[in-house]
């Protein structure tokens, strides 16, 4: 892709798509490469989020329901609001079919728009969660607002929530246009199939942005964990979420790197377990992937459908329908049996 296809006036149009009506795109908010993000922090709205969730937010009260809390941190997704995404979706029907029920909240017009035949709407419902007088708060992990709590991921101040408002592909090297070649700063280079490579200055500034939002979430997860009985987070392998979240040790076994090579030499990245030890249940596990994995295998044969290796592997990177194997029924098993675990010993 040549550098006028990344323009930012050019990736407007793609940004705005992602964003579900009657939500609209604040294009100072589209944040297309580590230095964008960086720069993002200093951003009225961006700032602003951040001094309120690291230092303010606290747990709304849910009449009725004083048993406890538990939480879950989800991931953030393409497209805005997050509880439209299939993969939400897909997360919050297997809550609900767990027996967790919304405590009541508004649903925007328009949104409905989005389900899929015979979804229940109040899949879109992003209020706390209730069941037998616990209460399950659901949070995201978002570049490049560090931790949105659900309830405030459509609106926040009686206003457009941030979290509805942004488009930031800019930390996902893999993809090979998470550049700013506009910039004076970029140090990335094309290469011959249409995709850029990071240079040292991109490096530099996601290992400084990713330990900046390290250290949000580990202060605002450090000031709200004695408001919860257990605190998960239910993100992928292999990406940011992960890493902003694992030790050094998840670190290794997962493969991730502990460093970029930026403008300086090799800087550091540390994740909220390492500030935080045991703050948090990292999930899913390997264990818990290669269990989801057999299992699928058992449903589609028992479908009829194909289950050999190959087929196997497609079906589950997919989610099968809902576009990430967190979405799958066979992997949110252990989510779900960890929500229960935590019920149990917190309410004995």
Known sequence: ???????????????????????????????????????????????????????????????????????????????????????????????????????????????????????????????????????????????????????????????????TSYDDPGLFE??????????????????ANGTWKWGPAEREAYADMHNALVDVLAAALGRLAPHYAGIAAWVSPGLTHISFLADASRRKADGLPSARKGLTGPKPLRGVLDVLPGALDLMPTRAQLTAATAALTERLAAEGRPAGPGSVRSVFARGDGRDTPLALPETLAHLTAWIDAAVAEGGS
């Not at 951003?43 to 969730?53: E, G, K, T």
């Open 174 to 191: 893999s993809r090979g246009t998470s550049v700013s070649p506009y910039r004076d700063d970029s140090t990335a280079t094309p290469g």
């Open 1 to 163: 892709m040549n550098a006028a296809a990344l323009s930012r006036e050019a990736r407007f149009p793609v940004s705005a798509r992602k964003i579900r009506a009657p939500f609209v795109l604040d294009p100072s908010l589209c944040l297309y490469s580590p230095q964008e993000n960086l720069e993002s922090l200093r951003h009225p709205r961006i700032a602003a989020w951040i001094d309120f969730v690291r230092d303010v937010w606290t747990p709304t009260p849910v009449p009725g329901a004083d048993a406890g809390r538990v939480a879950v941190l989800l991931p953030c997704t393409k497209y805005k609001p997050y509880v439209t995404s299939r993969e939400h979706r897909g997360i919050n029907a297997a809550l609900r079919a767990a027996g967790w029920v919304p405590s009541g909240g508004e649903i925007p017009d328009g949104l409905t728009a989005c389900l899929a035949e015979g979804e229940d709407p109040s899949l879109l419902d992003v209020s706390p969660l209730v069941r037998d007088g616990w209460v399950l708060d659901r949070f995201v992990v978002s570049e490049p607002l560090g931790i949105v709590p659900y309830e405030l991921s459509c609106h926040w101040r009686g206003e457009q929530s941030p979290a």
